[in-house]
């Protein structure tokens, strides 16, 4: 049972996220992500994007700030805010000895997700994902395509509520990508939340709502696309881009 | 005089730099592999202490006749052993050089000949497989050259010969294999030949207290007909132990077929090797699945979905599944001992259990809780790490314990003392062993499977320890079945069970903190 709180919280809040290796990785980052919004988080390399995303998947532990996922403090109950989100690193979470329908088994047992629900829902995914023809593969065989897709499939088996994802079109050939994007698309227009970290802007200019842009761990820009063509003299989201992560 | 870059001596020197850089697991503080200085120093002072022990051995044996037929026979059997070691190995290198390194695309898009590589290739293989033995037997011809004894020189001839012949066997082998079985499983063969070769030596040094004084007395015969026969040290098949032993014509004669060999396979496989390169490129990495597809279980409680997982992954993995096998290839001589004249040795058998179950409880417990595969995967889930945790080590320890479970039923039923007192010391040598990896395990990755004793010193001490004091505990216990413990005995029961109890205590002490 949901409490008014955790109804009404953003899909993700953070406040004041501080996170240090040797040099400041993320540096106070101040960021809210809406309930059912497909939002990009954008920067140049070694901005800090990944550091955020492994510290709100609880991977790494912050050295200050807060973590909110949906309602939830992730310190205080790190089990409850994991079951209602998923990851997906740039590099797959995979066994290669296992098959893909052994792989979502594993994952639905690891989120706890009844018979009843995760078989039909593996099942539509792998189909969905065009994978169910290698169903009885070895992922080990698989292309980075495929094993991607796989992850993903893995990733929403137990239909979490937000979705994170780092870097998760690279390496895929365009009709893979289309079909991760037309599944991330589906998961918002369900209600889901998705977060991606991308490079290729076109991506996240066609995809996202928002756009949060950030520098040396900091949030330095974040509204729709609109709103950062207004920040700077307009263009497109890479002159945009390009304008606010230029160095000083 | 540096080779020209682009040719077949540059090759070499690249391909032999490799080999060195390979030499050692560790790596340096900019992740390139090569062997660490400390390594070296290790290495070079074992060296200095091989000579001192060559000389001895080389003035002792000054008076030995050459061609003695009983020292002839000696090192033909040895030679045999190596060979069949040489073999093995050369096979293992031929896969990575050849199918593992992925470095041949690059080789084979530039202007340098499929030959030249291939002969290149080759060349290193053989000289790999034969620096190890030199490394042990080279310190003899250099104390017998010293001391004027020129015959030990037949040393470096020998085995390099022996090696490049072995070599071009495991080439020609590894291109046959990749292609009927795949690189993989090619490198399982490989590994099943080196400890088959390991295990019968072991067999072989036991036969004397294996067989019966009939057949003792049988090859006693046999060796003394031979030896009577006028002639027989000319058999061809002694040319290897000859040329070993420095006599000049043998010596040329095994050179001459090595090089020839060496050539004839380099010159008339490579269009051979060019095929399986590209047959193993081409072949898909995973077989089609056959027959029905199997009906599949969502919905396992989390503790069976993970037990499920691991059993699944060290399964499907042969060549890990060899390793951990062929570990117990080696203590299967312990019980032709323990059942020899049809005589059930207890306190052998306790002490024998304690240490095969150990060591195989170690080893599956170091797969499956320090060799996870996605480690992230289970840290982002909600699951509760701990039931993780235990779940991945009863994972290791079930199949072990299932695993005796029916000698030692047989065990209980013939002798239930007895019996008992063992399935209790096995129980414990497997637990110890399974909590210790569980407490001190620390990552590693499942390729790394040989050298996962370098990356935690210590849990193998523990698990040596605790393994050895089980061992002990089965010895003494399992006799008292049959009887009393003498006070020495009952000492050391007291001595042992202390002792286990302590590696357990120091394992909990250094547990690493899970996260």
């Excluded at chain 1, 893995?154 to 690279?170: F, W």
């Excluded at chain 2, 409880?361 to 060799?371: E, K, N, P, Q, V």
Aim: hydrophobic share 55%; with cysteine; glycine share 10%.
């Amino acid at each position: 049972m949901k409490t008014a709180a955790e109804l009404s919280a953003p899909a993700l809040r953070l406040a004041g996220l501080r996170k240090d290796f040797g040099r400041p990785a993320v540096d106070g980052l101040d960021l809210v992500v809406r309930r059912g919004e497909f939002y990009a988080l954008l920067g140049p390399n070694g901005a800090g994007k990944t550091t955020t995303l492994r510290l709100v998947t609880g991977l790494l532990a912050p050295d200050a700030g807060s973590i909110e996922v949906l309602g939830i403090d992730l310190a205080g109950a790190p089990a409850a805010a994991k079951a209602k989100m998923a990851y997906l690193p740039d590099e797959p979470m995979l066994y290669g000895k296992l098959k893909p329908f052994e792989y979502l088994e594993f994952v639905a047992g690891l989120w706890g997700v009844r018979a009843e629900v995760a078989e039909p829902r593996a099942r539509e995914l792998l189909d969905w994902l065009d994978l169910g023809k290698h169903a009885h593969e070895l992922t080990e065989g698989f292309s980075r395509g495929m094993k991607q897709k796989l992850a993903l499939a893995g990733a929403l088996v137990h239909d979490p509520e937000l979705l994170i994802l780092d870097e998760p079109l690279t390496g895929l050939d365009a009709a893979a990508a289309r079909q991760v994007k037309d599944l991330l698309l589906a998961h918002v227009a369900k209600g889901g939340t998705v977060i991606l970290t991308t490079h290729i802007l076109e991506v996240a200019e066609r995809l996202a709502q928002r756009i949060g842009i950030v520098r040396q761990g900091r949030l330095i820009a974040e509204g729709t696309l609109d709103e950062l063509r207004a920040l700077t003299q307009g263009g497109s989201l890479e002159d945009v881009f390009l304008q606010l992560t230029a160095t000083p | 005089m540096s080779a020209a870059p682009g040719s077949v001596g540059w090759l070499l020197r690249h391909e032999l730099r490799l080999a060195w850089f390979n030499a050692s697991g560790a790596k340096d503080g900019a992740g390139r592999r090569r062997p660490g200085n400390a390594a070296l120093a290790l290495v070079l002072l074992g060296w200095a202490a091989l000579h001192l022990l060559a000389w001895v051995t080389v003035e002792k044996l000054a008076g030995v006749a050459g061609d003695d037929l009983r020292i002839l026979l000696a090192i033909s059997a040895v030679l045999a052993g190596g060979a069949t070691f040489m073999l093995s190995s050369a096979i293992k290198s031929s896969v990575l050089v050849m199918f593992e390194r992925s470095d041949l695309d690059l080789l084979l898009s530039s202007p340098l000949s499929s030959h030249s590589i291939f002969t290149v290739r080759l060349a290193g293989v053989a000289a790999g497989t034969a620096a190890i033995y030199l490394f042990f037997l080279a310190p003899f011809a250099h104390a017998g050259l010293l001391q004027g004894q020129w015959r030990w020189l037949g040393i470096y001839p020998g085995v390099i010969s022996v090696a490049v012949l072995c070599s071009c066997m495991a080439m020609l082998l590894t291109l046959g294999l990749v292609r009927v079985l795949g690189a993989r499983r090619t490198r399982v063969v490989a590994q099943v030949i080196g400890a088959l070769a390991g295990a019968l030596l072991v067999i072989a040094s036991q036969l004397q207290s294996l067989s019966s004084r009939q057949s003792q007395g049988r090859v006693q015969g046999l060796i003394e007909g031979l030896l009577g026969q006028d002639g027989v040290t000319d058999n061809p098949l002694l040319l290897p132990a000859r040329a070993m032993l420095g006599e000049p014509l043998p010596m040329l004669l095994l050179a001459f077929v090595a090089g020839l060999v060496f050539v004839l396979s380099a010159r008339r496989t490579h269009r051979f090797f060019a095929r399986g390169l590209q047959l193993a490129a081409s072949a898909p990495r995973s077989a089609p699945a056959r027959g029905m597809p199997r009906r599949h279980r969502f919905g396992r409680s989390l503790f069976a979905s993970v037990v499920v997982k691991e059993w699944r992954l060290i399964v499907r993995d042969p060549h890990l599944l060899s390793q951990v096998l062929l570990q117990l290839l080696f203590l299967l001589p312990l019980f032709f001992l323990i059942f020899q004249r049809s005589e059930v040795q207890v306190q052998a058998l306790g002490a024998g259990l304690a240490l095969l179950c150990g060591s195989l409880t170690g080893a599956l417990a170091w797969i499956a809780l320090s060799a996870e595969d996605a480690p992230d995967l289970l840290l982002v889930s909600p699951a509760s790490l701990p039931t993780v945790r235990r779940a991945k080590l009863a994972a290791a320890i079930m199949p072990v314990l299932a695993l005796v479970a029916v000698p030692l039923l047989w065990l209980i039923a013939r002798m239930p003392a007895a019996g008992l007192i063992v399935w209790f010391i096995v129980c414990g040598a497997v637990l110890g062993a399974g909590l210790i990896v569980f407490w001190c395990g620390r990552p590693g990755v499942r390729s790394n499977f040989k050298g996962r004793g370098k990356g935690g010193i210590v849990m193998n001490m523990l698990e040596l320890f605790n393994n050895l004091a089980w061992g002990a505990l089965g010895w003494f216990l399992a006799g008292a079945a049959r009887a009393p413990l003498s006070d020495a005995g009952a000492m050391a029961v007291a001595g042992s069970g202390v002792l286990a109890l302590v590696v357990l205590w120091v394992a909990w002490l250094l547990r690493v903190k899970q996260r």
